[in-house]
T-cell receptor
Framework: AQTVTQSQPEMSVQEAETVTLSCTYDTSESNYYLFWYKQPPSRQMILVIRQEAYKQQNATENRFSVNFQKAAKSFSLKISDSQLGDTAMYFCASVSGSARQLTFGSGTQLTVLP | GAVVSQHPSWVICKSGTSVKIECRSL??????MFWYRQFPKQSLMLMATSNEGSKATYEQGVEKDKFLINHASLTLSTLTVTSAHPEDSSFYIC???????????????FGPGTRLTVL
């Protein structure tokens, strides 16, 4: 079974600053994928970034990047140049290659302050 | 591409009635669809996994006779909440994945959700 832990229920950041959201996971699978999803007030789940476990290079998507530490089972999300539209609940998630079900963390509510 | 719709976006019903929520993949064939339930400020809780043409697999603690799931085609799955009660009030989200087999990530494409209020 997979578990995903987000230890920061709430965070805030000033507009244009950088913030890092933490996530740790546990899995016995060798083939798995990690994701960060964003859920704004509209409640539509939006994929922010994904990381394949077999890739050592950290994934980046514009202002969003991850720090994937496989040995430590850590998968943090860094948001650079934070914007007001980044205000949302962020969920870390994992899925193993043998299954299709996502395992979600408890979420981190990020508020970007003007 | 990879758009998932849900209908209705919100529904209010009386206690004891049944409510059907539709989940459609608009531009791809979804071999697998998932149904989640989400309470305010909480994470998504997987209720069941459905594969086209077969019975849904329910998570532990989810009443299969209360939450009926039908995945009749590769683009449509329905969730029927039978004999709804106020405690069934929640936000229901569906997601869909394309056919697997290749070594690609199993990305789930999410619908916009349905808010159910049972009076």
């Amino acid at each position: 079974a997979q578990t995903v832990t987000q230890s920061q229920p709430e965070m805030s950041v000033q507009e244009a600053e950088t913030v890092t959201l933490s996530c740790t996971y546990d899995t016995s699978e060798s083939n798995y994928y990690l994701f960060w999803y964003k859920q704004p007030p509209s409640r539509q789940m939006i994929l922010v970034i994904r990381q394949e476990a077999y890739k050592q290079q950290n994934a980046t998507e514009n202002r969003f990047s991850v720090n994937f530490q496989k040995a430590a089972k850590s998968f943090s999300l860094k948001i650079s140049d934070s914007q007001l539209g980044d205000t949302a609940m962020y969920f870390c998630a994992s899925v193993s290659g043998s299954a299709r079900q996502l395992t979600f963390g408890s979420g981190t509510q990020l508020t970007v302050l003007p | 591409g990879a758009v998932v719709s849900q209908h209705p976006s919100w529904v209010i019903c009386k206690s004891g009635t049944s409510v059907k929520i539709e989940c459609r993949s608009l531009d791809f064939q979804a071999t697998t669809m998932f149904w989640y339930r989400q309470f305010p400020k909480q994470s998504l809780m997987l209720m069941a996994t459905s594969n086209e043409g077969s019975k849904a697999t329910y998570e532990q603690g989810v009443e299969k006779d209360k939450f009926l799931i039908n995945h009749a085609s590769l683009t449509l799955s329905t969730l029927t909440v039978t004999s709804a009660h106020p405690e069934d009030s929640s936000f229901y989200i569906c997601s869909a994945t394309r056919g697997g087999g290749e070594r690609s990530y199993n990305e789930q494409f999410f619908g916009p959700g349905t808010r159910l209020t049972v009076l």
